[in-house]
């Protein structure tokens, strides 16, 4: 059994973490003590992958809920399934980050530092195989990006050969009006594209449009935005805690969808989404799941596909569908879009089924695409990053707890070039030509 070790960082992860663990007992036929109340034994065959077994006969998360405020875990300790996490995997600071990146990573985070590798290391010991880690934390906040970043480098140093796969919230000027925003998303993004080995890219303005124009909901609250993330968190981890026909995991994933090391931010999106009121009227099939998973509408980070080129992609099947089915719609969407997929990568969109459904549905779809559209959504905040950096806006704050400003300059360095990477081989072809070199011929 492979197993993951969950970290959830800041009050966005931990938020995050009241509704993604619900929806995962729920899947296990878990009550809110961890206690297996399932009439088959189906959910439990690959449990130990994101929970390990008490001695009182229940089912413990191998999560770790880390904030730098003192209060911070009272919320998730009074939610629903608050006395199913141990209390020795919560771990708190005492005077907060102040939505300040370097708080997080050189002051307050470091003082924090030793006390969360201590949680680690001791559920990675309690592991038979372990895969890696799974970090759910925003960029846009001082814990999430400052002490992300943090534990991210430490992680990569006392764990080499470890997969760190990252769900990271992107921050949007339409959810919160946190100025610094752009400053901390910036300064993570510099980091995780050397340490984070898969990054799922969940970007507040997508899910904000979702919940608006597809789902109809007319004043999305950061819990309809966090149901969302839970729903797609859960849709791409079900191959790894269900036996199915085509089964996957972090290592594949990472083997099948990042062509080069630093191309490894992933734009995810889901299916059935539909509005209350239109369920009734829209038919549920392979076809359909398919047609709304390539749908722009339908991923959650803002950005044209249609602009980009596909570099890879993966289609992660719930409920009884049928293989053949599955890879016939996808080559059909194949061919009529070939413009957008990537020409010199062959057989680039893989396939994963599981036979499990989600709770209340027949079938359902996640997407997980490697597109080079996702410098649209990197551009957005460059260019806030820029527009505040060029006046100095609010540098005290950070040069304050001891940053120097040439890390600025070197952070939005590193995203340009991350950029022209991407763009790069948007029009490459293989080993390294250009498009007009080689696929004309053809």
């Known amino acids: 059994m492979r197993e993951i070790v969950t970290l959830h960082l800041g009050q966005c992860g931990n938020k995050i973490a009241q509704t993604f663990w619900e929806t995962i007992c729920e899947e296990h036929c878990l009550n809110e003590r961890g206690q297996f109340i399932g009439k088959h034994f189906l959910p439990l065959q690959r449990i130990n992958v994101y929970f390990e077994e008490a001695p009182c006969c229940n089912f413990v998360p191998r999560a770790i809920f880390a904030d730098l405020e003192p209060g911070a875990m009272v919320g998730l300790k009074c939610s629903r399934f608050g006395q199913l996490f141990s209390p020795e995997s919560m771990v708190n600071g005492m005077l907060g980050a102040g939505n300040n990146w370097a708080r997080g990573y050189h002051t307050e985070g470091a003082e ?29 906040g001082g814990t999430g990006s400052g002490l992300g970043t943090l534990m991210m480098e430490n992680m990569k140093d006392e764990f080499p050969r470890k997969i760190l796969n990252t769900f990271s919230v992107i921050p949007s000027e339409k959810v919160s009006e946190v100025v610094v925003e752009p400053y901390n998303a910036v300064f993570a993004l510099n980091s995780m594209t050397d340490c984070s080995d898969e990054t799922f890219c969940l970007d507040n303005e997508a899910l904000y449009n979702i919940n608006m124009t597809t789902l109809r909901v007319d004043k999305p609250t950061i819990d309809d935005l966090n149901h969302l993330i839970s729903m797609a968190m859960s849709g791409i981890t079900c191959s790894f805690r269900y036996p ?22 992933f734009v995810p999106g889901i299916a059935p989404l539909t509005s209350k009121e239109s369920q009734c009227y829209r038919s549920l099939s392979v076809s359909e799941l ?3 998973i390539f749908d722009e509408q339908n991923l959650m980070a803002a950005c044209s596909p249609s602009r980009g080129k596909y570099l890879t992609a993966a289609a992660l099947f719930r409920g009884r569908v049928s293989t053949r089915n599955v890879e016939e719609q ?24 599981c036979d499990i459904p989600p709770a209340g549905m027949k079938m359902s779809a996640t997407f997980i695409a490697n597109t080079t559209a996702i410098t649209q959504l990197f551009q957005r905040l460059l260019n806030q990053f820029g527009t505040m ?26 995203l340009r070039e991350l950029i022209k990477e991407y763009e790069s081989q948007e029009e490459a072809g293989p080993a390294g030509s250009t498009k007009g070199s080689m696929l004309d011929d053809e």
């Not at 006390?115 to 846009?140: L, P, T, Y």
């Not at 609010?394 to 940053?403: P, V």
């Open 244 to 265: 199915g026909q085509l089964n996957s995991d972090l290592r594949k994933l990472l083997t099948n969808m990042v062509p080069y090391r630093k191309l490894h931010f």
């Open 389 to 414: 950096y060029r006046r100095k806006a609010f540098l005290h704050w950070y040069t304050g707890e001891g940053m120097e400003e040439k890390e600025f300059v070197d952070a939005e360095q590193s």
């Open 290 to 292: 398919v047609y709304q």
């Open 330 to 353: 996808i080559a059909n969407v194949r061919q009529k879009n070939h413009g957008t997929f990537s020409h010199w990568i062959p057989n680039n969109v893989k396939s994963a089924i």
């Open 112 to 140: 924090m530092l030793d006390r969360i590798m201590n949680v680690a290391r001791k559920m990675v010991e309690g592991c038979d195989c372990f895969q890696g880690f799974q970090m759910v934390h925003s960029i846009g």
